[in-house]
């Protein structure tokens, strides 16, 4: 499949200046952005964001940090900012796209990155096709059956209902705790998303919201796996201890699924737990990933 890229080896450019990227796969055409480069050693890391939101919802200084070692590869959803086709509502379909980008850009063998919905996108990765995944990082997520997934769709929406009342961006709501600690991250956080001002992904829309949500209500309705996933792969779970969206006994119900994962939970910190403790959180994936 033909693809626009910066092409292998590629010197490394900050994520604010990461030019967006196309490539055709399973019959749409999907944004990504490649940052760092192949020589820098390592499997090429590979990023799954989170629920209603597009390529610009990275943190730079958790992406620039990461290809500063290694190559980087954020890719689009279908549907999603400026990828062609219709959104997706099943986190089978997701990752079936995601597998489809990943080999469409030439890769056999990859690490994923799974941000929240990401996170249950990679899982899918992993069962989709098992020998593309060598290590995995799932941040803030959960899996089948997880606590508190069903209820989700409700967190957000009464969180961006006071947002509107409150003139309060909705993200700083639902990812950061209400302590000092957390409204301060809050506020460099959302500073930080607004680096980017040229090429920035298209905005996301209610309708992208609604379908991944029904994703995430199907996830959280169904029965978890009878067995733990058949791998010795290395997994680390990153969690907040007061994540409101993704309730923090979601890392421990991982566990179950993977029985010999690295799990870390942060104290203080909630959805937003990669964005609030961004440089302990990219020192402990570098750490993770080295070989």
Known sequence: MERTAQGPGAASVRFVDAPTLTVAAAGAEFVYRDLGSERAGGLPLVGLTHLGASLDSWDPDVVDPLAAE???????????????????????????????????????????????????????????APDLVDRVILAGTGPQGGPGLTQMTGVMVRRIVRGVVTFTNPTTLLFFTRTRNGKQAAKAYQARLKRRRAGRDKPVPPAVFRAQLRAVDRWGHQEPPARPFDSER?????????????????????????????????SDSGHGVVFQNRQAVTDLTGRFLHR
């Open 70 to 128: 290694r190559r980087v590869i954020l890719i689009g959803y279908r549907g999603v900012g400026a990828s062609t086709g219709k959104v997706r509502d099943r986190f089978e379909e997701m990752a079936a796209d995601a597998i489809a980008v990943i080999r469409a850009l030439g890769l056999s063998r990859v690490d994923l990155f799974g941000l929240s919905m990401g996170g249950m996108v990679a899982q899918e990765v992993l069962r989709l």
């Open 234 to 266: 290395p997994v680390l779970v990153l969690h907040g201890a007061s994540d409101r969206m993704v309730p923090s006994g979601n890392a421990i119900a991982l566990l179950q699924r993977f029985p010999d994962a690295q799990v870390q939970i942060f």
